[in-house]
């Protein structure tokens, strides 16, 4: 009667970060509303990147009136106005990059230049801007990267290449994970092993040399993205909104 399943490993390929909730893993697995509220709270315990994380908040079952309330007291966390501690962020990328990734490797998500590079800049966009701004508060990277560009906080040009850049960057890890059929293991392989021409293939590259330049030039557009500034409210952007620019909560 099993003839018709497909076999899988017992971990490693979907799996949750309960280490994302407040206190970690010291923490209750579920907080009240208040416990959280209070938490996440200027002056509360949370620290910067777990501020950033909560950008990506989103209700997906339960009570509908629960969930609003949950994202409003987000709201008021994330999106308070204060500013944004790129001291922090840089400090917290270099302890992945070296910590997380054996000396010598390139790995997709926590080198520099890898996935979070682009999801903490778009994240840390919003932030400066969402308290006056709120269109761009949207927990999906493409869709944030979108709305900052409709109210002139992103140039088009720039706003194209994160965009194609966030795209490639998840699919080759998606694709990874395929290959190593472990969801942890995000390392490039060397550009010379078979590993990374079956990578190629399944990219739907040409060569391995055509995927070796597009990992190169993506990867080092990503890792650049610190050194331009936050974008900032100005007038325009004020004018804009009174305008006609959409806003939602």
Known sequence: MFDDTLSGRREGIF??????????????????????????????????????ALV???????????????????DAFVYSGAPVDIENIAHLRHRQATELVPRGMLNAKYSHGGLVDVEYYVQACQMSVGHASPNVRAPNTLDAVARLREVGHLDSAFADSAHETYVFLRRLIDALRVVRGNAKDLTI???????????????????????????????????????????????????????????TG
């Open 189 to 247: 392989p060397p550009v010379e092993s078979p590993e990374f021409t079956y990578l190629g293939r399944r990219l739907q590259f040409e060569s391995p040399e055509q995927l070796r330049r597009i990992v190169h030039d993506r990867m080092a557009f990503a890792a650049q993205l610190w050194q331009r500034r936050l974008p900032s409210v100005t007038a325009t952007t004020a004018g804009h909104r009174a305008s006609g620019g959409r806003e």
């Open 15 to 52: 799996e949750i970060d309960m280490r994302l909730r407040p206190h970690g893993r010291a923490g209750p697995s579920a907080s009240s509303l208040a416990a959280f509220a209070h938490y996440y709270r200027d002056g509360g315990e949370a620290q910067h990147y777990e501020r950033m």
């Open 56 to 74: 990506k908040l989103r209700p997906v079952a339960g009570d509908d009136a629960l969930g609003r309330r949950l994202v409003d007291a987000r």
